[in-house]
């Protein structure tokens, strides 16, 4: 019912930039937050960032001050500006919408499939 489509991954010296986008698409009747989360090998999956449809953000602060989210309400699009990145952001990073189908419809959370990144030191 709801698809999310990941891009913008890919392999980055240390220091380097990066931005990955997701977009979602299907019957959306609602989107009331958008988020990046990411698993490293070994590790639970962590918040790295979120964004509220009125623009409230929250970072992680392991990223704080060299990530930004931001959010395209009406292109169902949510961003993730990934800069001065560091080998520990190595990770699959994967996007979450919270989504409501109908009007009567409680929200649920959809995620995308994972997009590799891989900062090389």
């Known amino acids: 019912q709801v698809q999310l489509v990941e891009s913008g991954g890919g392999l980055v010296q240390a220091g380097g930039s990066l931005r990955l986008s997701c977009a979602a698409s299907?019957?959306?009747?609602?989107?009331?937050?958008m988020g990046w989360y990411r698993q490293a090998p070994g590790a639970q999956r962590e918040l790295v960032a979120s964004?509220?449809?009125?623009?409230?953000?929250d970072v992680a602060d392991s990223v704080k001050g060299r990530f930004t989210i931001s959010g395209d309400n009406a292109k169902n699009t949510v961003y993730l500006q990934m800069n001065s990145l560091k080998p520990e952001d190595t990770a699959v990073y994967y996007c979450?919408?919270?989504?409501?189908?109908?009007?009567?419809?409680?929200?649920?959370?959809?995620w995308g499939q994972g997009t590799q990144v891989t900062v090389s030191s």
């Open positions: 979450n919408f919270n989504v409501s189908l109908a009007p009567w419809r409680t929200f649920s959370r959809y």
């Open positions: 299907g019957r959306i009747f609602s989107i009331n937050a």
């Open positions: 964004i509220t449809s009125g623009g409230r953000t």
